[in-house]
């Protein structure tokens, strides 16, 4: 395995623990393996199931979920220009789940 300068965006498919994550993780990891094959994985079970689809953003540890086929190929392209797909965004993973902010508390500029 070598080194990757980029981030790297690990979609989860995992379908064993909750069924969601594969029938809505799948063609997430589809769409970025067509537009960002590079960039892109399909990981096992990342949390938060309720949330399918989810993107775990490595190394930055950022949580995306509710992507969806459409919108994963911009949430790569944001991402890697420097901005938060804040309407996407979980949080970020490193910290106590007390200090983590929600996603709903998050305001775009208006």
Known sequence: ????????????????????CAERGRPVAAALSQTHPEVSWEVSH?????????????????????VSPDTAP?????????HLTLDLLR???GYAQHRR??????KSPA
């Open 101 to 106: 902010p929600r996603s709903s508390c998050a």
């Open 74 to 82: 911009a949430l790569v392209e944001s991402h890697l220009s420097g």
């Open 1 to 20: 395995m070598t080194a990757h300068d980029e981030p790297v965006f690990l979609a989860c498919t995992h379908g064993r623990h909750d069924t969601c």
């Open 46 to 66: 990342i949390g938060g199931d309720r949330f399918a689809g989810n993107v775990l953003v490595l190394p930055d540890g950022l949580y995306y979920g509710r």
């Open 91 to 93: 949080g970020r993973s």
